[in-house]
């Protein structure tokens, strides 16, 4: 068995905002493409045309219809990946010592090579995010995109995970919770950041900051000033002969 170290020395993780994020999926998308062409071996797709297409995804975005206690019923966007945990039971059961936490930074990897395939670490996860490449025959799971983060020929905006880069939404936020000073962890104080399923008492890194309830929001953006009164060249041609169909004006 694996043992997990006393302590790291930090603890890079996500920050994810379920008020923000729209459920896209570009998250689930690109991690796909980053993990396939690049770290460990390719993220495999069984019959991805056919009948009854399945693969291995790191990161998925789940939605759910909630009840409040108070207020109407609100569609939330949740997305989940490994929450890097401080005392994760998936490297704990793992017979190989396949499953580790890096000392340096926190992040649980999977070393591919010593890995048998037995699907202990799976079971052990009560957030289901390892996934059995059916192809390759390991476990995956998501790695913080350590060969983008520690990547120095890639710009310095690009040093963050796949997932967080490519947000459109800016509901993913990428850095160390280990320190307080940091903007994420700096997020969570501000805005009530919370653990996934505390009881289990893994101690996952990630945080999720809760949604707020939409009916109830008082805040509206701003009316966009035009930009011109009158609208000239093909456009105001065109707004001039849309005017002069039936229900134009209307």
């Known amino acids: 068995m694996t043992e997990l170290p006393d302590t790291t020395k930090r603890k890079l993780g996500l920050v994810i905002d379920l008020d923000t994020c729209v459920g896209c999926h570009a998250c689930v998308i690109?991690?796909?493409?980053?993990?396939?062409?690049?770290?460990?071996a390719p993220?495999?797709?069984?019959?991805?045309?056919?009948?009854?297409?399945?693969?291995?995804?790191?990161?998925?975005?789940?939605?759910?219809?909630?009840?409040?206690?108070?207020?109407?019923a609100q569609l939330i966007h949740f997305p989940k990946s490994c929450l890097h945990c401080e005392d994760a039971p998936c490297v704990t059961v793992c017979p190989t010592g396949a499953s580790y936490k890096r000392v340096e930074d926190g992040i649980v990897l999977v070393n591919e090579s010593d890995c048998i395939g037995c699907g202990l670490c799976a079971?052990?996860?009560?957030?289901?995010?390892?996934?059995?490449?059916?192809?390759?025959?390991?476990?995956?799971?998501?790695?913080?995109?350590?060969?983008?983060?520690y990547n120095d020929t890639l710009p310095e905006e690009d040093r963050v995970p796949a997932c967080v880069r490519s947000c459109p939404a800016g509901a993913r936020h990428f850095g160390d919770l280990g320190d307080p000073d940091s903007a994420v962890s700096k997020l969570v104080v501000e805005r009530g950041g919370i653990d996934l399923m505390p009881e289990?008492?893994?101690?996952?890194?990630?945080?999720?900051?809760?949604?707020?309830?939409?009916?109830?929001?008082?805040?509206?953006?701003?009316?966009?000033t035009p930009?011109?009164?009158?609208?000239?060249?093909?456009?105001?041609?065109?707004?001039?002969?849309?005017?002069?169909?039936?229900?134009?004006?209307?």
């Open 30 to 40: 690109s991690c796909k493409g980053w993990n396939t062409e690049n770290y460990g």
């Open 43 to 72: 993220l495999s797709d069984q019959s991805p045309y056919g009948a009854d297409p399945s693969g291995t995804f790191l990161n998925r975005v789940h939605s759910y219809e909630v009840q409040p206690k108070e207020g109407a």
């Open 123 to 149: 079971w052990a996860c009560p957030y289901g995010a390892r996934e059995m490449d059916a192809a390759a025959g390991v476990m995956k799971k998501c790695t913080l995109c350590v060969d983008r983060i």
């Open 200 to 224: 289990q008492g893994t101690k996952p890194v990630n945080k999720y900051l809760p949604p707020r309830p939409k009916d109830r929001i008082t805040e509206t953006a701003p009316r966009l």
């Open 227 to 250: 930009v011109a009164q009158d609208i000239g060249g093909f456009l105001g041609w065109l707004d001039r002969t849309l005017e002069r169909l039936p229900g134009g004006d209307s």
